[in-house]
């Protein structure tokens, strides 16, 4: 089985700065395109940043020019850095990646469990 593991949420002033990892492991042959999402209490689960294995990345609108997405392909890890965050950035954060698991031909959609992240005075 595939495993995506989650790390570096917390309480976060306004303002201030999370570093978000995501890792992942167990039976994985290749890993495709990797993700960050988020939901937010009464919304939408929605796409933050995405970035293929060979760097290409792309930004929702509302953190354009304050996270920066970025992966260790050799680790099978994906990091979101986060800054000037702002309350409404408040929410859980998900890892998504794109899995070719051993002696299989096709890629599989795994989730992390989810990091909460809070922008609070």
């Known amino acids: 089985q595939v495993q995506l593991v989650e790390s570096g949420g917390g309480l976060v002033q306004p303002g201030g700065s999370l570093r978000l990892s995501c890792a992942a492991s167990?039976?994985?042959?290749?890993?495709?395109?990797m993700a960050w999402y988020r939901q937010a209490p009464g919304k939408q689960r929605e796409l933050v940043a995405h970035i293929i294995s060979g760097g290409s990345t792309k930004y929702a609108d509302s953190v354009k020019g304050r996270f920066t997405i970025s992966r260790d392909n050799a680790k099978n890890t994906v990091i979101l850095q986060m800054h000037s965050l702002k309350p409404e950035d408040t929410a859980v954060y998900y890892c998504?990646?794109?899995?070719?698991?051993?002696?299989?031909?096709?890629?599989?959609?795994?989730w992390g469990q989810g990091t909460q992240v809070t922008v609070s005075s």
């Open positions: 167990g039976s994985i042959s290749s890993i495709g395109p």
């Open positions: 998504n990646a794109a899995v070719r698991r051993l002696a299989t031909l096709l890629y599989e959609d795994f």
